[in-house]
C-alpha cells in the first residue's frame, strides 16, 4: 500500500463515522487532487468505501461545487486500521535499522 493511500485512510479513521469530502481529505494529507481522486475511486472499488454526491440543495446557496462524500464502510474501516497500523509499525522498524553510508 502506498504512503498516500495510508495518509488518506489515517484521515478517514479518524472519524469513521463522518463522510469525508476531497478538498478536506487532500487539504489534511498535503496530497493533490488529481493524486487523492484516484486513490478514492480505488478504495471504493475495495469495497472500503462509498460514496455519494452532495444534494444539490446544499451547496447551490453557498456559490461552489456540489461535493462528493466518501464513507468507510465497516469491512473498510477495519482494513484501514490495519494497514495504518501495519505501516506505522514498517515505518517504526525502518526508523530503527541503522543506515549504511552510501558511495
Do not use: C, F, N
Not at 19 to 41: E, F, N, Q, V, W
Not at 49 to 54: F, L, M, P, Q, V
Not at 71 to 88: I, P, Q, Y
Amino acid at each position: 500500500m502506498t504512503p498516500q493511500t495510508v495518509a488518506v485512510l489515517s484521515v478517514m479513521i479518524e472519524e469513521p463515522d463522518q463522510a469525508h469530502y476531497g478538498l478536506a481529505i487532500a487539504r489534511a494529507t498535503g496530497l493533490k487532487t488529481g493524486t487523492l481522486h484516484p486513490i478514492l475511486a480505488r478504495l471504493q472499488e475495495a469495497g472500503w468505501t462509498t460514496s455519494a454526491w452532495e444534494d444539490p440543495e446544499d451547496h447551490e446557496d453557498q456559490g461552489r461545487p456540489r461535493r462528493r462524500y466518501h464513507r468507510l464502510t465497516k469491512d473498510g474501516e477495519l482494513a484501514a486500521r490495519r494497514a495504518v497500523a501495519a505501516a506505522s509499525a514498517s515505518g517504526a522498524r525502518a526508523a530503527l535499522r541503522p543506515r549504511t553510508a552510501q558511495s
